[in-house]
DNA sequence: AAAACAGGCAACCGCTGGCCC
DNA sequence: TGGGCCAGCGGTTGCCTGTTT
């Protein structure tokens, strides 16, 4: 079989028209059976070689988008949600690298999620995604609740996806010496070690008994419960009114962006977006 | 029940950088 | 050194599917 793959000729491929959308189980089974038996790489002579009328491009992209063992489907969970945050903040839509801390996700996948969901909140709360306003947004409101999400899935035992992917045991696909099995905690104190964008590496804050939070949170930020407040004056600056539904929200931005965001509030909530299903369950 | 609409995602496109001759 | 080729990356597009009217 290994011998017939690598013989087949590769005469009289090139000639034919490339064929262009979705890839039929045909395709797929050539392409992921070809590389089974000659590995990755050279994507335009696996093109030919494997019968393809596909270009290169296209046989790496529906290779390490879709076939490739390894690929992770289905949901984000609370901790990559997060991931993704606190690396986009630090790189910004270096899609390649941030997926590299997702064992599993590809590049593409995150790029969607954030398009999709990320601007569609940003859109929702009427600012842009990569402004500060947003990004107290995001500090104020949803990391709290992901990591507390977190936090309950962990004391629930809750299983890491990876955890089921008896294949996966290519932990080449971490970041240094990182597996995701660890990606607790310690991930986020690895990650406080990361370079920004600008070469600098930023400071994430430390909570004893919690996660520890990238560098989304305020270094003075605390998560207690439902509520989220500031160490410096105690002054909480989102929570939920006690005996109430109610949240309020005394973030660090401007007035007007307390007003959006409080405005915009209603919205978010009723928008099962960021899998916000999960994140404000617990509002209940 | 059907048409319109919206969201999600797979795939394509164009650009860039690295490698080799 | 410069030109060609190739792989990889990020942006964009278009189709499919689920939801709403």
């Known amino acids: 079989m290994e011998n017939s793959m690598k013989n087949k000729s590769c005469k009289g491929s090139e000639e034919a028209e490339l064929r262009r959308g979705p890839w039929t189980l045909e395709e797929d089974t050539l392409l992921t059976t070809y590389i089974l038996h000659n590995g990755e790489g050279r994507w335009n002579l696996t093109a030919k070689c494997a019968g393809l009328k596909r270009t290169g491009k296209s046989c790496r992209l529906r290779w390490l988008n879709y076939l490739k063992p390894d690929i992770r489907r289905g949901n984000l969970t ?33 790029k969607n999620y954030w398009r999709t969901r990320v601007q569609k909140q940003a859109r929702q709360l009427n600012i842009e995604s990569n402004s500060d306003k947003f ?35 290519n932990s080449s696909l971490l970041p240094p010496s990182q597996t995701f099995e660890s990606m607790s905690t310690q991930t986020y104190q690895d990650l406080s070690g990361l370079s920004n964008m600008d070469g600098s590496s930023s ?82």
């Open 78 to 110: 609370p901790q990559e949600q997060l991931l993704i945050l606190e690396l986009h903040s630090k790189w910004g839509n270096r899609w390649s690298k941030i997926a590299q801390y997702l064992p599993g996700r590809t590049d593409n996948e995150i």
């Open 135 to 169: 990004f107290d947004a995001v500090r104020s409101f949803w990391v709290p609740r992901l990591i507390e999400k977190m936090e309950q899935n962990s004391s629930a035992s809750y299983a890491c996806p990876q955890n089921n992917n008896s294949n996966n045991n």
């Open 203 to 284: 400071s994430s804050a430390f909570m004893p008994d919690l996660m520890t939070v990238p560098h989304f949170m305020d270094p003075n930020t605390i998560i207690d419960g439902s509520m989220c407040y500031h160490e410096d004056n105690a002054q909480e600056l989102s929570g939920y009114i006690p005996g109430t539904e109610e949240y309020y929200y005394m973030g660090n931005s401007d007035i007007s962006t307390e007003c959006q965001v409080a405005e915009a509030y209603e919205n978010v909530t009723q928008d099962p977006m960021w899998n916000m299903d999960d994140i404000w369950q617990f509002r209940e």
